[in-house]
């Protein structure tokens, strides 16, 4: 059986996250910058890349998207809510949304 790297990982990652985001963009582009907490210049960079370009970008060896939480009782509060669990999608949507 063959190892995948750590940066063959990132990379597929990488080009995962880049075409949704793309994709987003294009089926819902006030929805995809509130989700994807980008701006309007941002949206109309990402959006117009080529597959190419897409690429490109996800064979760097950093991953090139980060997490919203700014701390870690914000993750904890995300993941550990005793609410209903029809609600508990909602919370972690509300607690995305304030960071």
């Known amino acids: 059986m063959q190892t995948v790297s750590m940066q063959d990982e990132i990379q597929e990652l990488n080009l995962s996250y880049l075409l949704l985001a793309q994709r987003m963009l294009n ?10 907490k980008v ?8 959006g117009a890349l080529s597959v190419r370009q897409l690429a490109r970008l996800a ?4 991953v090139v998207f980060g997490l919203h939480f700014d ?7 995300a993941t550990s809510n005793s609410h209903e669990p029809a609600l508990s999608q909602t ?3 509300m607690l995305l949304a304030s960071v």
């Open 71 to 77: 701390n870690a009782d914000q993750l904890t509060r």
């Open 59 to 62: 064979r760097c060896n950093q």
């Open 27 to 36: 089926e819902d582009r006030t929805s995809a910058m509130f989700r994807l």
């Open 91 to 93: 919370h972690a949507a």
């Open 39 to 46: 701006d309007g210049k941002t949206a109309d960079v990402l």
